[in-house]
């Protein structure tokens, strides 16, 4: 069972644009929402993460907004540039068991 | 330095042989995690374990094992009885009690 559902897969951006990438969560019992950056051949590094307890968060040009009723969250990468080009990994998880749920994944191109 | 270190970057397996992917961190972390990334995929977790001597099933455990006799290491072994093994392999780590994870740079086993 798939329980954090992530999109697009891929998108494609022009440099100053803005890449949005969405998830889509199924247990309620979530309560931390971290975003993830990955480069080709490299572990994941932490971006930017989210509690249910606020809507919005801003991180330079990084901002994750939360929707607990719809059980949505997304990230908003802001003047995009081509040293963004990666793959983004958003996940869930909830405190008692500390294990982290990750979604498929987007590979974004940002084109210069 | 602090951090999480994954040996080999590389590795080459027959079939039907064993196999451990080394992981070693300095963090001072609690927990460490073993999770599996195939191609255009996200995350997947083996194992994971939030304190020494102790450890607990992920969601693909079958044909793995793990150890956690000391803090700062938590090797994997893949067994024969894994039958689709080649794969990026990622370690990470946490305080337990927090939910955010710190990924090594990872390992990737091809089986020949």
């Known amino acids: 069972q798939q329980q954090v559902k992530q999109s697009p897969q891929s998108l494609i951006v022009q440099k100053g644009g803005i890449s949005i990438i969405n998830c889509a969560y199924e247990?309620?019992?979530?309560?931390?929402f971290p975003w993830y950056q990955q480069f080709p051949g490299k572990g994941p590094a932490l971006l930017i993460a989210?509690?249910?307890?606020?809507s919005e968060k801003k991180e330079g040009r990084f901002t994750i907004s939360f929707n607990k009723s719809a059980k949505q969250f997304s990230l908003h990468i802001m003047d995009s540039q081509p040293g963004d080009s990666a793959t983004y990994f958003c996940?869930?998880?909830?405190?008692?068991?500390?294990?982290?749920?990750f979604g498929g994944g987007t590979r974004v191109l940002v084109k210069p | 330095d602090g951090g999480i270190t994954q040996s080999p970057k590389y590795l080459f397996r027959k079939e039907g042989q064993n196999v451990t992917l080394s992981c070693e961190q300095n963090?001072?972390?609690?927990?460490m995690y073993w999770y599996r990334q195939d191609p255009g995929q996200g995350l997947r977790l083996i194992y994971y374990?939030?304190?020494?001597?102790?450890?607990q099933k992920g969601d693909i455990a079958e044909g793995y094992s793990v150890s956690r006799e000391k803090k700062e290491s938590f090797p994997l072994t893949v067994t024969s009885a894994q039958k689709n093994p080649t794969a990026f392999y990622l370690c990470?780590?946490?305080?337990?009690?927090?939910?955010?994870?710190?990924f090594g740079p990872g390992t990737r086993l091809t089986v020949l």
């Open positions: 990470a780590s946490g305080d337990a009690g927090f939910n955010e994870q710190f």
């Open positions: 247990n309620t019992a979530f309560d931390y």
């Open positions: 989210i509690r249910p307890d606020v």
């Open positions: 996940a869930a998880s909830w405190a008692a068991g500390n294990k982290l749920t």
């Open positions: 963090l001072n972390h609690d927990a």
């Open positions: 374990s939030q304190i020494v001597n102790d450890f």
